[in-house]
């Protein structure tokens, strides 16, 4: 089974900080994806990457940018995190169909 | 980009009950999933079914592409199966986005 790593379920950070959050597939899959998920707003595509070094923005890419540098990992990184950052976000993975990671649950205080 | 609604929005059962949920597209895709997302959050694939039917288990589902719609079938619901199921579609052969469903929210009670 294709297994997506997220590197951390839950997350605490402060205002203005620098973010990381990192992806992990062990399939070889060219396609990676990063989502958010809010109550009443569904998920929402951050930024997807169909090769290494390659990226393409979503629907909600301000405040985000992404990382590739190899095939398997696929980071997030929020420049300076603000509280209206404070989401839920999945990576996925998938030349097909999509895979998803757990999840992390982030807090921006 | 393409719409993509689910129905019902919230559906309640009782541990042994059957269920249909339903998503109907708006236009002509390649790939459609469904997917469970659990109480912890994780997005758990249950289908990749572009067309035709599968079945896993308790669950099997639909896809009527022509008729634009796709149906998920949950047989004898255990309370292990409560949490949210999405339905999601893309077209394009390998890139491109997909498009969610709001969900329908699954309560099976004991």
């Known amino acids: 089974d294709v297994k997506v790593t997220q590197s951390s379920r839950y997350l605490v950070k402060r205002t203005g900080e620098k973010v990381f959050l990192e992806c992990v597939q062990d399939m070889d899959h060219e396609n990676m994806f990063w989502y958010r998920q809010d109550p009443g707003l569904g998920l929402r595509l951050i930024y997807f990457?169909?090769?290494?070094?390659?990226?393409e923005k979503g629907d909600i890419p301000e405040g985000y940018s992404v990382s590739r540098e190899k095939k398997e990992r696929f980071s997030l990184i929020l420049e300076s995190a603000s509280t209206n950052q404070t989401s839920m976000y999945l990576c996925?993975?998938?030349?097909?169909?999509?895979?998803f990671g757990s999840g992390t649950r982030l807090t921006v205080v | 980009g393409i719409q993509v609604e689910q129905s019902p929005p919230d559906l309640i059962l009782q541990e042994g009950a059957n269920s249909t949920l339903r998503c109907n597209f708006s236009d002509s895709v390649n790939n459609l999933q469904w997917f469970h997302q659990n109480p912890w959050g994780q997005l758990i694939n249950l289908f990749y079914i572009p067309s035709g039917t599968k079945q896993n288990g308790r669950l099997s589902a639909t896809t009527v592409a022509t008729e634009r719609y796709s149906l998920l079938y949950i047989s004898s619901s255990q309370t292990t199966d409560s949490g949210v199921y999405f339905c999601a579609v893309f077209r394009g052969s390998t890139l491109g986005r997909l498009y969610f469903g709001r969900g329908t929210q699954l309560t099976v009670w004991p």
């Open positions: 996925a993975s998938g030349n097909r169909g999509r895979t």
């Open positions: 990457s169909y090769d290494v070094k390659m990226k």
